[in-house]
């Protein structure tokens, strides 16, 4: 619902009013049948109605309260039965009602019940015959005889309704909702700028107007705050008019269940039902549920027992009955439960954020001048979440900048009260010690983490914790992300870590940088932490970071500066500073970790400490260390318990002095360690699942007990520049099901039968994923580069070439793919293309082509391309073809909003199409990327190509060419490329 609409309430545009509706009617006629029904319904609908008999006291002079009634009601309902026009009363009555139309602001709205509106209109029928009778009564007031007849004409041209031949009770139904509709009226408050919902609303409202049995819940969920009830409240409000049957029950989990149970029962049925129990109160509550058409909002439900005591079972439910229900726990239902709707509210993006923001913070759309840097701060600290960005918006509307920059410094460190009451509302509610201990861990040490590995390290602690970071899931607590990392909103994050600095006493979690560095000084008890974070860059880079524009930020950040400068004062080691790499980084003594006997987590990134480590925390799960200043570990450091090591950047040269013993150690992370040379004997690491050596520039060596590794799932040696050869005991590695040699440009061979792994692992290689037996084929066909993987494997699928957003991609091929350009880069004249074909193959030996024609058809011209000329081999399951095409002055042009359509053939039976992708390449963005391919047959240009297909893709250096072919006639060139001993098999 936009903002608009809701800043005019019926209350503003009925200003004065003492009644919602009027009722006017001739009593003989109808008074004690159709508008009696009619003023009953309308009263059980909550509407404010008049009705003379009902309304005006004995003894007072009915002519003077009747007009004050017409005055004072919004609406007007004219009931026109056959012998209306023979009361003057009635006519009087009208006429005064049309008069005020006239002149004000009111809706009058005709019902014809018994007859036509043209007898009313133009007199005729009854209507004639009793104007015959008010002419020779009123002969000598014929200007009011005349007013009646003008009242009539009015009232009979507008919009009315009509009984003709239908039944009284859902016309009854049909005036209230019109009625209803009018008034606008609404059962809860929304907030005037209700802003980045409409969508959503819209897609609930469709929803209820289905009468369909099929669908009867509908479940809204997500973080608190997020506007979940706030949503509900607006399609109540537009809604439930619409229904016979209404009730919304609030702050659901807070409230006791028999107490719900009477409300419900009252809401829907109009009176008190005495209920002594929640046995009792179900079957009244189905009894109530099953003849009657009803809308139900439970909000806030936690628990599933909660939701069965109000609504049971879905056959309970009426026809066309909706229960929408708002939840932080997305496992309140699981997917064969209910037949329903799951609607997951999402945060605000940037834009919506800011506008909601500013009208809060300014009483208008857009942040005001001088308050514009500031007001982005503060959105990015809400992070999308309508409650923060309502509360701090208000709380800082009309102060000046120093409150805002008091605020903003106190945002940093503490959360808002008012938001952290109503997120801590969800780990209030997790069952037992184990989850919210769970959660607080994830929220101060584990947020943003690969899932995976977070899974090992709280393992490591208390086995399940897959099952506890599902149970957080579904409270809407943390979310794993499209990168498959654990993903907790920044505010949610900010809850937790206020609640465990609350706790701290009984049980430390220390992720503040200056809370550790002050622990690390040992000024600070630490006999009950159980983790601590520190990282120095991150430590220096926040208390001496380079000055930004505005003088308020110079001033805070000098502030800053002079106190962290009188931390380095009174230093533990004669205040000495460490030069090199971590300059000005404190020496600190590691007497810190003699009270450090129960922690767990402990980060201690670009840290340097004095003294000896015979005291180093035995009992630690995660040791995260980047830029450790060793040139390797001392065997003294006892890390038996351990379960993951990251030793990013470091400057260790040879990994231990002699042979570790990490028995549970399940990933190793030495990542960017450029000194490293050779890696560790790998006999002591039994359980490890993950080497990372990512980087290591300088290593030329794989210990050969790498292959006791049984369990080793991936190794990832990505840019190992320097190493030669992988050792043959690799070929052990059983479990093994990544290999990444990206960028291993020395590597002359794997020594290792991967081919023993029988299609189920991974190899990449410099951008491609492919099964473990595999093929690649690079040619150039008349200037056009072709890179193509062939895959051997019946089982599975091959992983394929990243196909990122702007790739546009057609599923199930059929003949040919159309769409309209619709380019990112519209300002970019495009000057080429990359093709993705994906087809299934035939498992026999041979070559096919496939033509393709891209067809620009709002010019009307075509591109023929060459034909991709595909050679196989035994066993091929399926390929996949990436070609790169660069437009030339004779090419058709494509520009955006152009209509274009593909069309793959292939040559013969042997190729099928699956999948077919085009990606535009723009004159800007493409020149890293485009291939300037030309036509040549010289033997000289060769090696020109060869150099193009390693630019484009590194895959010669990890292959070893089997077979390379040309035909001059047809500018064709191409090398097939194969793992070491596989060159006889494929070929």
């Not at 292959?959 to 001059?968: E, F």
Request: a negative charge.
């Amino acid at each position: 619902m936009a903002a608009g609409k809701y800043q005019e309430s019926y209350s503003s545009r009925f200003p004065n009013c003492k009644y919602q509706v009027l009722l006017s009617f001739r009593g003989e006629d109808t008074r004690k049948n159709f508008t009696d029904h009619l003023y009953t319904a309308l009263v059980q609908a909550g509407i404010h109605t008049f009705r003379d008999d009902n309304e005006i006291r004995r003894g007072e002079n009915i002519d003077f309260e009747l007009q004050k009634a017409i005055q004072q009601s919004k609406i007007s309902i004219i009931v026109f039965s056959k012998d209306y026009a023979s009361s003057r009363w009635c006519l009087d009555e009208l006429a005064m009602i049309m008069e005020r139309k006239r002149n004000a602001d009111c809706i009058v709205l005709p019902v014809f019940y018994d007859v036509d509106p043209s007898q009313v209109g133009r007199q005729t029928g009854s209507f004639s015959a009793a104007f015959v009778e008010h002419e020779k009564s009123f002969n000598e007031e014929m200007e009011r005889v005349n007013g009646w007849r003008i009242a009539l004409k009015e009232v009979a041209d507008l919009a009315g309704m009509v009984l003709g031949d239908g039944y009284e009770a859902p016309f009854v139904q049909s005036i209230v909702e019109k009625v209803l509709k009018n008034l606008d009226q609404k059962m809860f408050h929304v907030p005037p700028h209700f802003i980045g919902r409409d969508p959503l609303v819209q897609d609930i409202n469709s929803w209820l107007q289905d009468g369909s049995h099929g669908a009867a819940i509908a479940l809204l969920y997500g973080i608190g705050g997020v506007g979940k009830t706030t949503i509900a409240k607006s399609v109540f409000n537009q809604n439930f008019y619409k229904f016979e049957g209404k009730s919304f029950l609030s702050n659901f989990r807070s409230k006791d269940i028999v107490c719900l149970q009477r409300q419900l029962l009252f809401d829907i049925l109009n009176k008190t039902v005495e209920i002594n129990d929640s046995d009792e109160g179900i079957l009244k509550i189905k009894d109530a549920l099953c003849c009657r058409r009803t809308i139900i909002v439970l909000d806030d439900v936690d628990k599933r027992d909660q939701f069965n005591k109000i609504v049971g079972m879905q056959t309970w439910l009426c026809k066309g009955s909706k229960i929408i229900v708002t939840t932080r726990n997305k496992g309140l239902f699981s997917a064969n439960d209910i037949e329903g709707v799951r609607c997951k509210v999402e945060p605000l993006d940037d834009e919506k954020s800011i506008e909601l923001f500013s009208w809060n913070a300014f009483g208008q759309a857009d942040p005001v001048d001088g308050f514009v840097e500031d007001s982005w701060r503060i959105v990015h600290h809400c992070n999308g979440l309508p409650l923060a960005l309502g509360v701090i918006g208000s709380s800082l509307s009309g102060k000046g900048r120093e409150i805002w920059e008091s605020a903003l410094q106190q945002m940093e460190v503490i959360p808002n009260f008012e938001v952290h009451k109503v997120l801590r509302i969800s780990y209030d509610f997790l069952d037992g010690d184990y989850l919210k201990n769970l959660f607080l861990d994830i929220a101060c040490f584990i947020n943003g983490m690969d899932v995976d590995d977070a899974v090992r390290i709280l393992d490591g602690l208390d086995k399940g914790a897959r099952f506890g970071i599902d149970n957080l899931i579904d409270r809407c607590l943390i979310e794993i992300n499209n990168d498959k990392r654990l993903w907790m909103h920044q505010l949610v994050r900010a809850m937790g870590r206020e609640i465990a600095r609350q706790e701290s006493p009984k049980c430390q979690r220390i992720w503040r940088h200056e809370d550790a560095f002050t622990v690390l000084k040992g000024t600070t008890d630490a006999e009950n932490l159980r983790g601590l974070t520190i990282d120095m860059h991150a430590l220096m880079e926040d208390n001496y970071a380079k000055v930004v524009c505005t003088d308020s930020m110079v001033c805070r950040k000098r502030r800053r500066l002079n106190f962290f400068q009188q931390w380095l004062s009174d230093f533990s080691y004669e205040g000495k500073l460490q030069t090199g790499q971590t300059s000005l980084f404190p020496i600190l003594s590691t007497n810190a970790f003699r009270k450090m006997i129960d922690v767990t987590f402990l980060q201690l990134n670009y840290t340097n400490f004095h003294g000896s480590f015979e005291h180093f925390p035995r009992n630690l799960i995660w040791l995260c260390w980047h830029g450790l200043s060793w040139s390797s570990i001392p065997n003294h450091v006892c890390l038996e318990k351990l379960v993951v090591l990251d030793l990013s950047r470091s400057c260790l040269v040879d990994s231990w002095k002699g042979k570790p013993f990490l028995p549970k150690l399940k990933i190793l992370d030495l990542r960017h360690s450029q000194d490293l040379i050779r890696t560790p004997d790998f006999s002591g690491l039994p359980a490890l699942e993950k080497l990372i050596l990512e980087d290591c520039i300088r290593l030329v060596q794989i210990n050969e007990s790498i292959g006791d590794l049984q369990r080793l799932l991936i190794l990832n040696l990505r840019n190992c520049t320097s190493l030669m050869e992988l050792p043959e005991e690799m070929s052990r590695l059983n479990s093994l099901q990544e290999l990444v040699l990206d960028g291993c440009s020395n590597l002359n061979s794997l020594n290792m039968e991967l081919e023993h792994h029988q299609g189920r692992k991974l190899l990449q290689s410099d951008g491609i994923v492919a099964n473990i037996v595999l093929m690649v084929q690079i040619s150039f066909v008349d200037g056009t580069f072709n890179v193509a993987v062939y895959v051997f494997d019946e089982d599975e699928m091959l992983r394929g070439f990243h196909v990122e957003d702007k790739w546009l991609i057609q599923n199930e091929f059929v003949d040919n793919f159309s769409f309209k350009i619709s380019s990112s880069s519209p300002a970019h004249r495009i000057c080429g293309f990359n093709l993705f074909i994906s087809c299934v193959t035939s498992a026999y030996r041979g070559f096919s082509n496939v033509h393709i024609e891209i067809r620009n058809n709002t010019s009307g011209r075509s591109l023929l391309c060459q034909s991709v000329v595909i050679q196989y081999a035994r066993g091929v399951r399926e390929i996949q073809s990436l070609m790169h095409t660069k437009l030339g002055g004779n090419d058709p042009t494509f520009d955006n909003g152009d209509d274009v359509s593909i069309s793959v053939r292939p040559r013969g039976p042997a190729i099928q199409i699956r999948t077919v992708g085009v990606q535009w390449l723009h004159e800007d963005e493409g020149k890293d990327e485009v291939i300037n391919a030309h036509n040549s047959s010289d033997d000289d240009d060769d090696a020109a190509h060869v150099d193009k297909v390693e630019i484009a893709s590194h895959i010669v250096r990890n292959y070893n060419c089997a077979l390379h072919g040309k035909r001059r006639a047809r500018n064709f060139t191409f090398w097939n490329f194969a793992k070491k001993g596989l060159e006889l098999v494929l070929f």
